[in-house]
């Protein structure tokens, strides 16, 4: 079936550092991606997505790009803030069907 | 506009015994969905409904759980007898129907079992 596969938490950086964590899919097909954030005390929220090839999904500085070749989807930021720290998933889905989650990845900016 | 709404945010019950969560989707939205989120893990499906008709509960354990979405809008979840492994966060997410739409979550209601 359908997985992703995400960089084991946690991960600890300083303000300022530059972010990546990888994210790779099996899946069927071409789904969409997508990089959902949860930060405390608040629900999922969508933080960027890619529906083919190629395609980059951005905000917030953060951005990711939708890589077929190598089944991936790697989350990226040049700068990072204490105001980024949060749980991280990357997912993908088939048209309007279900979500597949990553395990997440817990982020923690220190000043 | 209204965001997905959910509630109880919280729930501590002792096994064998019954619980129930709701959600409310964004107007709108035909598509809801039923996530678990157990701690340390991402969120998995467990039913998906188009207006009130189920598209998706392959991963429901329907000897325990339930689902109904009366009239297309409200849902409601049950369990009925929960178990320890119940403990989890419960997120109702909804989306327009049709294409590749994004999916809007709720805040979760979380589940102790005792």
């Known amino acids: 079936g359908d997985s992703v596969t995400q960089m084991e938490g946690p991960v600890t950086l300083s303000e300022e550092a530059f972010l990546t964590i990888n994210c790779t899919y099996t899946a069927t097909g071409y789904p969409s991606l997508f990089w959902y954030v949860q930060y405390p005390g608040e629900g999922l929220q969508l933080l960027l997505k890619a529906t083919k090839a190629d395609d980059k999904g951005s905000n917030k500085g953060f951005e990711a790009t939708y890589r077929k070749e190598t089944t991936s989807f790697h989350l990226e930021k040049g700068s990072v803030q204490v105001s980024d720290s949060a749980v991280y998933f990357c997912a993908l889905s088939f048209g309007n069907e279900k979500l597949t989650f990553g395990t997440g990845t817990r982020l923690t900016i220190i000043p | 506009e209204a965001g997905v709404a959910q509630s109880p945010r919280y729930k501590i019950i002792e096994k064998r015994q019954s619980v129930a969560f709701w959600c409310n989707p964004i107007?709108?939205?035909?598509?809801l969905y039923w996530y678990q989120q157990i701690l340390g893990q991402g969120p998995k499906l467990l039913i998906q409904f188009q207006n009130n008709g189920v598209v998706d509960d392959s991963q429901l354990p329907k000897d325990r759980f339930s689902a109904e979405r009366l009239k297309g809008v409200d849902s409601t979840l049950k369990i009925q007898p929960a178990k320890l492994e119940d403990s989890a966060v419960y997120l109702c997410?909804?989306?327009?129907?049709?294409?590749?739409?994004?999916?809007?979550f709720g805040p979760g209601t979380r589940l102790t079992v005792t």
């Open positions: 107007s709108g939205h035909a598509t």
């Open positions: 997410a909804s989306s327009r129907p049709g294409g590749r739409h994004e999916q809007y």
